[in-house]
């Protein structure tokens, strides 16, 4: 089946369904909510979702916890309510994907069950081991939310690897039939009609022979024997060649500590598996690879993130284009300002949607919410930031140990989406399963909606104007300025036109930077997030954008 690459003109929007809008008043997030909801979506010029995982799961982590990949989670609606949203989604000109989350399943999946009492055929289907001679555990790995990642089967007598929670135990892909339950998994899915998947910490699937020990890595201890592992790219290639190259679908690869180099090997559109890939480089702009370990923010390096992959995977492979998602708190609140909240959070939008790549745009993002932070620890939900929060940081006071989450839990941006200022946000008419940030009656849709100058309507232009510009899906990608620690300034120019992408992180006001070879008064100002622009200085967060049509 030919590969039209349909994803190359989109934008597309994730879903995190829990909180985006509950249909039934039961207090969580629905697909009745999401059907309510696909108009809001086309309006702001979406063209395709991405649903984090909706399936039955007992949801230890939000549903990264998959008892039944087959399946809707019925308090999500069920099966009935998912073929409305696909087919209102497909209405409309949408697409849809899907999670798949393969590394591992629920250990309420039938699988695990089967295999902890050792029933063929799944006895081989997760990674078993039995302590070391001395009793210790099988290795020194950590898992990347609760501790090690070995815990204990009473029933099976061994222990059980899981890179994640206690409830999430990594399934066994060297067994070719696992491989062939995952296959199974994307035909089912594909043949109902669905575009893609979004693949879960895919480049954790191959662990290296042996399981040995890591002396390398100070924390998340075994990573370096099990991300991009021995065998990931002919596990790929399998599920390519017998399932995914039957289809005109979209694969987008989540994977942790990546290169741009490194992510050709996966998406090279000759030589790759896959189509694009989530990399975590654009999140660690204030911190030293994860959220836990905060550092100032600091422009170049999120500029560095940006262009290193502009210019990697030019000509070669295709970007997908982020700035939040479910996994990290706010940027607004991060690489924004609350201060100059509204500039910023349009700011934000321009300096990544006018690069070249398919954008996506996390729920509430384009309402600029800002970071969640609970006045009590046991108001969160997440199963990393409470385990972080009772193993870690003990001897501080509470008071430090709060702000330690406000700024580093997934949880800050897992609240509620904001639709009004009606009670609950408008999320629910029940008691929502996670508070909603306070400032909904400031930060709310309802209200920015009737505001042409609010974030949401910005959004809107900002990626009605990009559809409209062939520079952007097509052109050529320059940075300028590259070490000013308070300007991104970037130009995107194809056979007709040419932009030039100017952005403020700064909190005060500053000379105009202008690139030579640009002569700013014979371009066209198409965009920029105040009333007006000054002639000579940027204004605090300022973004503008200039189009020459040649
Ligand atoms: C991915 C998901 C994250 C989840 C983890 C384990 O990183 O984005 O939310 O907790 O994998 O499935
Ligand atoms: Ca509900």
New binding site residues.
Partial sequence: MEKTRWYKDMVFYQIWPRSFKDGNGDGMGDLWGVYEKLDYLKELGIDGIWF?PIYPSPGA??G??ISDYMDIAPEFGGMEAFRKVLDGVHRRGMKLIM?L?V??TSDEHEWFQKSRQRIDPYTDYYIWRPAKADGSLPNNWDS??EGKAWTYDEVRGEYYLH???VK?PDLNMDNPLVREEVKKILRFWLDMGVDGFRE??ITYISKKEGLPDDHLFPIYKGMPNYNHGPHIHEYLAEFKRDVLDHYDCMTLA?A?LVSPKLALRYIDEETGQMDMMIQFQCQCADCLFTDYLPTPFFLPRLKRAFTSWQQGLEGRAWNMLYLE???HPRIVTRYGSEEFWSESAKMLAVSYLFQKGTPFVYQGQELGMTNWRPERADMYRD??TLWQYTHSALNKTEEQRLKRLWRSS?DGARSPVQWSSEENAGFTTGEPWMAVNPNYKRINAADQEKDPASVLNFYRRAIALRKRLSAVRHGDYREYFPLSPDVYVYAREDERQKLLVICSFAKKTLALPVPEGFDIDSGRLVLLNYPKAKKHFLQPYEARVYLWEK
Avoid: G, T
Wanted: proline letters at 4%; glycine letters at 0%; one cysteine or more.
């Fill in positions: 984090s982590d939000c990264y916890d999670d989350v590394n591992h990347n939310f890179l994640f929670a999430q879960d910490v989540e942790p998602n479910h996994d199963v990393q997934r």
